[in-house]
C-alpha cells in the first residue's frame, strides 16, 4: 500500500483554483507570444517583400550599370581610335608642311640662281643635258635618214630599178676659159672611172722623191 492521505475537498477546491490562475496566466502569455509572433510574422513579411523588391531592383540596376559599361567601353575605344586618326593626320600635316617649306625653299633658290645666270637646279640641268642630246640623236638620224633617202635616189637608174653599182661621170666642165663652166655630157665615149685599188697595194712602197740637185 502507498503511503500518504487525501487532501479534504477544501483544499483540493484550493489548488484548483491555483491551477486554474496558472492555466488562465499561461493562456495570457501564449495569446501575447501569439500576438507578438503574428507581428512579428506580418514585419517578416513586408521585409521578405521589400527584399525581393530590392533584389530586383539590384537586378535591374545591375543590368544598367552593365549597359552603362558597355556604352563606356565602347565610347572610349572611339575616342582612342578618333585620337589616333588625329594624332596620324597632325604628324601628316607635319610632313606635308614640312615638304611644302622644303619645295618652296628650292624654288626660291632656283630663282636666285636664275637671276645669276645659272641652271635652277641639278635635276634641270640634266634634264636639259638630256633634252639637247636626244635633238642631236634627232637631227642625225634625219640626217641619215636624208643620205639614205640621196643615196638610194642616187642608185636609182631610169626605169625606176635600184642598183648599187657607183655612178658613172656621163658630164665635164671644160678648161677652155672662153666659154662658161656648164657641165657638157660626154656622149657614147664616156670615160671609165678608175677601180679601187686592192689589198695587194698594202705591200707596194710609195716612191721616195729624191732632189734633184743642179
Known amino acids: 500500500l502507498l503511503k500518504?492521505?487525501?487532501?479534504?475537498?477544501?483544499?483540493?477546491?484550493?489548488?484548483c483554483e491555483k491551477l486554474e490562475e496558472r492555466l488562465a496566466e499561461q493562456e495570457q502569455k501564449l495569446l501575447e507570444k501569439e500576438l507578438i509572433l503574428e507581428e512579428e510574422t506580418r514585419l517578416t513579411d513586408r521585409v521578405?517583400?521589400?527584399?525581393?523588391?530590392?533584389?530586383?531592383?539590384?537586378?535591374?540596376?545591375?543590368?544598367?550599370v552593365n549597359e552603362y559599361q558597355r556604352k563606356l567601353q565602347e565610347t572610349t575605344r572611339k575616342m582612342?581610335?578618333?585620337?589616333s586618326e588625329l594624332s596620324m593626320n597632325q604628324a601628316e600635316s607635319m610632313k606635308l608642311q614640312q615638304e611644302a617649306n622644303d619645295k618652296r625653299a628650292i624654288v626660291e633658290e632656283a630663282y636666285r640662281k636664275l637671276d645669276l645666270g645659272l641652271p635652277p637646279t641639278e635635276e634641270v640641268e640634266i634634264e636639259w643635258q638630256r633634252?639637247?642630246?636626244?635633238?642631236?640623236?634627232?637631227?642625225?638620224r634625219d640626217i641619215q635618214k636624208q643620205q639614205a633617202e640621196e643615196e638610194a635616189e642616187q642608185y636609182t637608174v631610169p626605169g625606176?630599178?635600184?642598183t648599187t653599182a657607183e655612178p658613172r661621170p656621163n658630164a665635164?666642165?671644160?678648161?677652155?676659159?672662153?666659154?662658161?663652166?656648164v657641165p657638157r655630157p660626154y656622149g657614147a665615149l664616156a670615160p671609165f672611172k678608175p677601180t679601187e685599188p686592192g689589198a695587194c697595194m698594202r705591200h707596194i712602197r710609195k716612191p721616195v722623191v729624191k732632189p734633184i740637185e743642179i
Open 160 to 162: 625606176g630599178i635600184t
Open 172 to 181: 665635164y666642165i671644160p678648161d677652155d676659159l672662153s666659154e662658161l663652166p
Open 80 to 83: 582612342m581610335a578618333i585620337v
Open 131 to 140: 633634252m639637247l642630246r636626244d635633238e642631236e640623236m634627232k637631227a642625225a
Open 48 to 64: 521578405t517583400k521589400k527584399v525581393e523588391l530590392g533584389q530586383q531592383d539590384t537586378l535591374t540596376l545591375a543590368k544598367q
Open 4 to 15: 500518504g492521505h487525501d487532501p479534504d475537498p477544501d483544499q483540493l477546491e484550493e489548488e
